[in-house]
């Protein structure tokens, strides 16, 4: 499913701005669809730097805040534990 993503991604990206990759990082953390060998292999082709987090490194990734208000606000009606503070 994240291969399919990245690749409409790249599709959109490169509408938009021929020269993305060369000011594009990826920060993934270490899930098995992130390091799969796969991956890293489409990775590589795109040619874009990417930096792996260690494990359960949500404060290095920003976006994980954004996903934290998210998932305490209408994403999350009853407010039902997402497993994250």
Same mark, same amino acid.
């Given at each position: 499913?994240?291969l399919?993503?990245?690749?409409?991604?790249?599709? +959109?990206?490169?509408?938009?701005?021929a020269d993305?990759a /060369?000011?594009?990082?990826?920060?993934?953390?270490?899930?098995?669809?992130?390091?799969s060998?796969e991956?890293?292999?489409?990775?590589?082709?795109? +040619?874009? +730097?990417?930096?792996? /987090?260690?494990?359960?490194s949500?404060?290095?990734?920003?976006?994980?805040?954004v996903?934290?208000?998210?998932?305490?606000?209408?994403?999350?009606?009853?407010?039902?534990?997402?497993?994250k503070k």
């Amino acid at each position: 499913v994240l291969l399919v993503f990245l690749k409409h991604l790249m599709r +959109q990206l490169d509408n938009e701005d021929a020269d993305w990759a /060369s000011k594009t990082v990826f920060l993934l953390d270490g899930a098995r669809y992130h390091t799969s060998d796969e991956m890293r292999e489409y990775l590589k082709k795109l +040619q874009v +730097q990417v930096i792996f /987090s260690g494990p359960y490194s949500y404060a290095a990734a920003p976006i994980e805040m954004v996903f934290g208000v998210l998932k305490r606000g209408e994403l999350n009606p009853e407010r039902r534990s997402t497993g994250k503070k």
